[in-house]
């Protein structure tokens, strides 16, 4: 395996593991302000059939991109309104947005398209590659030249955006009073009540930020990863994405590393059928199903406990 | 007091919930551009009109069946057991073998084993989220979705490599012998020659399920072990004081929950496929959720409610077929059902109790 394979598996987790840390980070702002969301697969659905629709209809990917927020955002106000507003149960209602995500994709680009549930495809609406400056110049340094040229350079903008967000959601998790404060009401929402804050306003706005992030996921990967939507195209990335939270423990730092070690995983499974061994054959299958056993050992206890925010899943009762 | 009486807490809400769901469905096929009321009756028409309408009706509702009561039976002990997708997948594996290994004199005998099979290794695929959740307080809802995937990579795994014939493309399994099919309706009810039931996969798994309704009834109201479940779901810490473990009560209900959910295999694997499949579970672990949640965890609601969603994927079928309404309707229609009785229940229960309330001051 040379220099070059290796650069372009790697440069294939980047790309990869680019919506599942969007999605990941969606999932961080929402458990860490108390409210489970296992419906991040079908915001990111929603928004990825909208981008990619409205992106066919005015021809300008950005367009597409707001149109997939918005609905994304939709979504994640249906989600609140059930969990927060009615106090239901939050995995219930983010199940019932998987589906409903999964159904009206489908049903809407049927009605609008014709083609089977998919768009057409998009010739010029993407986000297309960035090469960054001196990429071509410096591509003949050896190891690093090739580096930059292919694994750091040539992107499209949203997955340099993805990596910014990480830092950023650090600082305003860790060094801001927002921060604090949606921190606190995902821990203990009662003191945060009686500091005079409002916690239904707190999980909304922990929500509203989940709803952008998979609205950049789902517009990445129906717009920058492919060019066009077809049906079911998050294929379980926001359930890895809500694996990966777990593995990083509810921290952004480790988010980043958790979603690039699933993406490794994505693109060695995308590029070697059966890895052979020698002694064994690792089927293709058990390389698909590593990040769920991943997450499974991490969940079990066996490399450290994985503890979530103390008040997630539980709805905020201010009095009985 | 109760805020309400029950009859309204057990139909009037469901319905109400109901209702609205399909108020807002309507809305989507207005919005499609056809006619909602024309939509409804060409369902009714193709799934309830015809004898073969109600083979399918009635073979998809044994599957919400199984589904829907192992859902609730996970629920009665406070656990939602979201991985009946997988533990159906293993069920059906665990039929695919039993068939086609051991060989069957009879049908009879032969379902009494796939069976035993199928709840074996759909409570076997539930135990590891099971002890994961009493030994170490993994979620289980984490777990088992992650198991629904590993199971899904599991059955592609050992069609493709082990159970596919030599030379066939296709992923899927051998037909099974001949001495493991199941009679279906029109084996029954037309001595197999007469139109009635023609054409239709509906099968004697049907009573299968009907049993397992009158089974889960006695063993959650009528047994020792059914009130321990259910005082666990009622109140964790109050069970524990009575001397019920926790752990044990965790194990035992999704044992059952995944029993009930594999069982599902019979009906698709051994009674209508005939062989393993890939996609064998149809995503009726899923739709498990919704018919629990209608059915209120009670046997008799789910079997109901499985008739309902029985109904409305024929229904959805026959739209898909003679109109520009395709399947994925009936997602939506799924989706709002889970949303309404499951998410949004106090949207109806908050201002019905208020009615309930004043009527009650006032008389």
Redesign the interface.
Known sequence: MDLMTILQILDSTVRLGTPLLLMCLAGLFSERAGVVD?GLEGKALAAAFFSAAFAYYSGSVWVGMLVGIVAAICFSL?HG???IT????????G??????A???T??VA??WFAQG?RTPTLEQARFNAIPLPGAEALRDVPVLGPIYAELISGHSILVYVAFLLVPLSWWVLYRTRFGLRLRAVGENPAAVDTAGISVVRLRFAAILIAGILCGLAGSYLATGLQAGFTREMTA?RG?IA??AL?FAKWRPWYCLSATMLFGLLQAVALRYQNIDLGAFVI?V??M??LP??L??VI???FVGAAI?PRASGDPYVKER | MDRMPVWADVVLIPLISLLLAAALSAV?IW???ENPWDAFSLMVDGALMRSSGWGYTLYYATNFIFCGLAVSVAFHAKL?N?GGEGQAVIGSLGVALCCLYIPWPHWTIALLGSTVFAALFGALWAL?PAY?QAA????I???T???N??AA??L??VL??HLRPVGAMEPASATFPAATHLPDFRDIFAGGEGVLFRGSPANVTFFVALAACVLVWLLIWRTKLGYEIRSQGYSESGAKYAGISPFRIIIVAMLISGGLAGLMGINVTQGEAERLILNSAEGAG?IG?AVA?MGRNHPFGVLLASILFGFLYQGGAELAMWT???R?????????V??FT??????VR?PLERVFMAMRKEG
Do not use: K
């Open positions: 296992i249906i309104v059930a969990s009615f106090r239901g149960n939050q995995l219930i209602s199940v019932a947005l998987n589906f409903l999964s159904g009206l489908v049903l049927q009605t549930g379980g359930y809500l694996a777990i089927p299958q058990f698909n199903a769920y056993i997450t499974i969940l079990a206890g979530p | 989507a919005a499609i551009g939602f979201i590891i994961l170490r307080g993994s979620h809802v984490i777990t979705i992650m198991f995937f590993i990579a599991l592609n795994y493709v490599n899923f959720i949640l520009s309404i395709p994925e309707l009936i997602v939506v229609i799924q989706a709002l889970i949303l499951g998410a949004l229940d106090n949207m908050w």
